[in-house]
């Protein structure tokens, strides 16, 4: 049976993440050296965008690309696809799937890519399902933290924001827990914080947990900033929206608070940061952009390197050692 990667529980397995940190660092050495290789000639990645991207998507057609193969797909799926004549994601992808072999997915309601891919032939990447789960971003956070603390144990780590709302959140909460000794706190109002089901999947995988909408307490403690936008999107409407936002100026980063933490300690951010263009408010102020302490241009490249090190595995499959690794599907949401 062929494997898939749609939730980032599959991904926790400590062999196969110090696998694939090795993978990506290769991938690195190819995107500065030659700049691609032809792993993959021949072999054709769909990529299929039922909601917006910028990041992943160009991170992940790029990573296809610079190992050989070809992608096809639209970034507009919602529009540009039968689903705009209502046709089911699953017909469209069973009436499709000879032509390549794999497909990278990313979709508005939580739990699609998970349902479909089952019942493929071709292994299927979930690049971000609604709320649900993006184990490729959270692939890259902890790639980009191994790197920066050359450990993934011992960490005192802030989720600052939207966390009800947030998949980057979850996702990454889900990595570290299966880690050593990783303290977590969720700062945020009670309307966006923890849900239930990953406070209690939390719990039972033993984590500290603190849960506060007090953010300047737990400033001079963590090891790691994870700042979110509101997600505007997943707000009910327009004057919701208005009042969330004007909540959520409590949370930014500022210079100030930036200066309160740590010497080694760092802002993450899956991205994109709102701005005012978009009736939104910026989570973290521009003049930090350029920090040493921010590492979330650098988090966003490191996507291309993993990218490429989680289609190379996947396009060949039993032939690539890391592939016995990736866990089965979670049953539990
Ligand atoms: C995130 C996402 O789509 O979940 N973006 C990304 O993939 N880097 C975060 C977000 O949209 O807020």
Redesign the pocket.
Known sequence: MVKHIVDTRQLTDRDFLHGIFSLADEMRDIRYGPGYVDWHKGKIVASLFYEP?T??KMALDAAALRLGAKVVGTENAEIFSSYAKGELTEHSLWATQQAYDLVIMRHKEEGTPQRIASTLDVPLINA?DGKNQ?PI?ALKDVYTIHNEFKRLDGLKIVFVGDIAH???VRSLAYQLAHRENNAMSFVSTPELGLPTDMRDYLQRKGVRIHETSKLDEVIPDADILYV??L?QERTANEEENARLTEEYKRFQITVERANRMKDSARIMH???INTTKSNGFPEIVPELDTSQKSLYFLQSNNGLFIGMAAIDIMLKQHAHHLYSLIGDVPRVP
């Open positions: 991207s990041r992943t971000g993006h971003q947030g998949r980057t979110t936008r997600q899956p991205l994109p």
